[in-house]
């Protein structure tokens, strides 16, 4: 029974970092940098309360779940908050004397980390029950080697190995509940920042819409009258400022074009359409788009692919992936397009860069209203692409890696022709 409590104690320590941060931290902090600081010494006190309060049963063993707080930290974080944990893990260790407990935790920290570390960059970028399954079956490893030391050191003994099976069923059972935890919390935050965003923009977007169609008209005017003045005997100077105009003229204008899709009644009587015909439009269209960028488009449409969809508002929502594949590649290379119909009767459709790409924060932000990350961007065309897919009950997934490129799939229900 006193074992028992002792792992709920340890449980209580293991839990006392995730809500800090996510009482206090994640509201007020912003940056990245500091955040991870926060978090990595919250993960520490964790880490010492555990080893001070741990499971005794007896011969001065002792078992705790300093691996926990030393898991995430490295699996959030990152290696380099892992390889101070693991520091301060030995360190800690040595202030309770030089004994074999030092050398199990050293050996079973060696065994353990490198896996750690490898998976890590993985671990961010899968989804919730792969993140669980990767955390929990790290617990698994750490405590089986732990096991192992533990036992080649000392000898197997029946009261011993029992305690060890109940100490590895603890750690799996509070990792794979701390995971959920941590996702969840994560989850419900993404989504309350989700809602201020629609918010702010719907009430932004009524506003501008108004007011969008009336700008519109004269600027219209303003562009034909500056090109008339754009004569070849004009001296350079005033060219380039005629030029100027027009260019921003024309900024505003594609700003103002976004605003009003956006702003559009939703019409959900859509018509059945022949995707593959309107994609090798979409890519005729682009090809022109291209000219200046050195970037070639390989396209692989198989023909024939039906869906529901508005064809207008499906063209205009590509046209933006593959105007972003091809901007995200200023020193040229390869866009592929391809749309197939899958087994399970869904229409896939794939555009693939080998741009910037982006990193996972980044992936997570796309799509949001303004976030854009050009210099004279509008951080609107994903906005509004996603919505347009979201309405013919399409699904998105974003594939991205920096310096790699950006894949994004794209899957709509088929119907028959
Ligand atoms: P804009 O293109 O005006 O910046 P978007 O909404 O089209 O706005 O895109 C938002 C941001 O998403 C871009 O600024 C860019 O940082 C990122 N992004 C979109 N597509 C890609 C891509 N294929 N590769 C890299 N980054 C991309
Ligand atoms: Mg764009």
Same mark, same amino acid.
């Given at each position: 029974m006193s074992i028992l409590k002792d792992f709920l104690l340890q449980f209580t320590l293991m839990v006392i970092p995730i809500f800090s941060y996510f009482t206090f931290i994640l509201e007020k902090v912003k940056e990245d940098r500091a955040i991870k600081m926060f978090m990595t010494l919250l993960w520490g006190v964790s880490i010492l309360l555990c080893m001070s309060f741990p499971v005794e049963y007896g011969g001065g063993a002792r078992l705790d779940i300093r691996f926990i707080p030393l898991l995430f930290g490295t699996l959030y974080l990152g290696v380099w908050p892992g390889v101070f944990l693991s520091f301060l893990i030995i360190l800690y260790r040595l202030t309770f004397g030089i004994s074999m407990g030092v050398v199990t935790t050293v050996d079973v920290l060696i065994l353990t980390l490198p896996v750690i570390f490898y998976v890590q960059r993985l671990f961010l970028r899968v989804?919730?029950?792969?993140?669980?399954?990767?955390?929990?079956?790290?617990?698994?490893?750490?405590?089986?080697?732990?096991?192992?030391? %533990?036992?080649?050191?000392? @000898?197997?003994?029946?009261?011993?190995?029992?305690? *060890?099976? !109940?100490?590895?069923?603890?750690?799996? =059972? &509070?990792?794979?509940?701390?995971?959920?935890?941590?996702? #969840?919390?994560?989850? !419900?935050?993404?989504?309350?920042?989700?809602? *201020?965003?629609?918010?702010?923009?719907?009430?932004?977007?009524?506003?501008?819409? &108004?007011? $969008?169609?009336?700008?519109?008209?004269?600027?219209?005017?303003?562009?034909?009258?500056?090109?008339?003045l754009d004569d070849p005997d004009l001296p350079y100077r005033q060219k380039e400022y005629i030029k100027l105009s027009i260019e921003e003229l024309d900024r505003a204008n594609e700003i103002i074009h976004d %605003?009003? =899709?956006? @702003?559009?009644?939703?019409?959900?009587?859509?018509?059945? !359409?022949?995707?593959?015909?309107?994609?090798?439009?979409? =890519? $005729?269209?682009? *090809?022109?788009?291209? &000219?200046?960028?050195?970037?070639?488009?390989?396209?692989?449409?198989?023909? /024939?692919?039906?869906?529901?969809? /508005?064809?207008? #508002?499906?063209?205009?929502?590509?046209?933006?992936?593959?105007?972003?594949?091809?901007?995200?590649?200023?020193?040229?290379?390869?866009?592929?397009?391809?749309?197939?119909?899958? !087994? /399970? @009767?869904?229409?896939?459709?794939?555009? #693939? /860069?080998?741009?910037?790409?982006?990193?996972?924060?980044?992936?997570?932000?796309?799509?949001?209203?303004?976030?854009?990350?050009?210099?004279? @961007?509008?951080?609107?065309?994903?906005?509004?692409?996603y919505q347009i897919i979201r309405s013919f009950n399409g699904k998105i997934r974003v594939e991205s890696e920096e310096g790699v490129g950006t894949e994004f799939v794209i899957e709509f229900p088929s119907v028959q022709a």
């Open positions: 989804n919730r029950d792969r993140r669980i399954m990767i955390a929990t079956g790290l617990s698994f490893l750490y405590c089986l080697c732990g096991m192992m030391v %533990f036992g080649g050191m000392n @000898g197997f003994s029946i009261p011993v190995l029992k305690v *060890q099976v !109940i100490h590895l069923i603890f750690t799996i =059972a &509070v990792t794979g509940f701390c995971t959920v935890l941590i996702e #969840k919390i994560h989850e !419900i935050h993404e989504l309350r920042l989700e809602v *201020q965003d629609t918010e702010r923009f719907r009430v932004i977007s009524e506003l501008t819409g &108004v007011f $969008a169609h009336e700008i519109r008209n004269p600027m219209q005017v303003s562009r034909g009258f500056l090109q008339l %605003f009003l =899709a956006l @702003g559009k009644p939703s019409n959900s009587t859509y018509g059945t !359409i022949n995707v593959s015909e309107q994609l090798k439009r979409t =890519a $005729a269209l682009i *090809q022109t788009f291209n &000219v200046n960028h050195q970037v070639e488009l390989q396209i692989d449409i198989q023909d /024939d692919c039906w869906m529901k969809a /508005d064809p207008q #508002k499906l063209n205009q929502s590509l046209l933006n992936f593959l105007k972003n594949a091809v901007e995200s590649m200023p020193n040229g290379g390869t866009v592929s397009l391809s749309c197939h119909q899958t !087994i /399970d @009767g869904h229409i896939r459709i794939t555009v #693939k /860069d080998q741009g910037v790409g982006m990193n996972p924060k980044q992936v997570q932000r796309i799509g949001s209203p303004y976030y854009s990350l050009k210099e004279n @961007g509008t951080g609107l065309g994903m906005m509004v692409s």
